[in-house]
């Protein structure tokens, strides 16, 4: 069974940086692996995907410049470093996985059967 642990959220300051990651098992190369945050009352939304079988990242409009996504040498764990976070980067974060044999890793997070707990990001001001 794929399994997923988020770690490293927590409070910063508006213009502050942050790194999450998630510690990924039971996948293979074929999967995508995927960071989402979702507040109160929205739809959970898409920060940045990983394709493990190419090491392809795409970043979502809304953190691109800020954010960045990589993984380590070992294909287990998927980071993602926020910087110059802002207010309405707040949000509980999600790391989610699914199995890709083709096309692009998936936007739409009803795609992805995995999912870890989640991690909170608070960002005051």
């Known amino acids: 069974q794929v399994q997923l642990i988020e770690s490293g959220g927590g409070s910063v300051q508006a213009g502050g940086s942050l790194g999450l990651s998630c510690a990924a098992s039971?996948?293979?190369?074929?999967?995508?692996i995927g960071w989402f945050r979702q507040t109160p009352g929205k739809r959970r939304q898409r920060v940045a995907t990983l394709r493990l079988s190419d090491g392809w990242i795409d970043v979502a409009d809304s953190a691109a410049g800020r954010f960045a996504a990589s993984q380590d040498s070992a294909k287990n764990t998927l980071y993602l470093q926020m910087n110059s976070l802002k207010p309405e980067d707040a949000a509980m974060y999600y790391c989610?996985?699914?199995?890709?044999?083709?096309?692009?890793?998936?936007?739409?997070?009803?795609?992805?059967?995995?999912w870890g707990q989640g991690t909170q990001v608070t960002v005051s001001s």
């Open positions: 039971g996948h293979d190369s074929t999967y995508c």
């Open positions: 989610a996985a699914v199995s890709l044999y083709s096309g692009t890793c998936p936007a739409d997070p009803d795609v992805y059967p995995y």
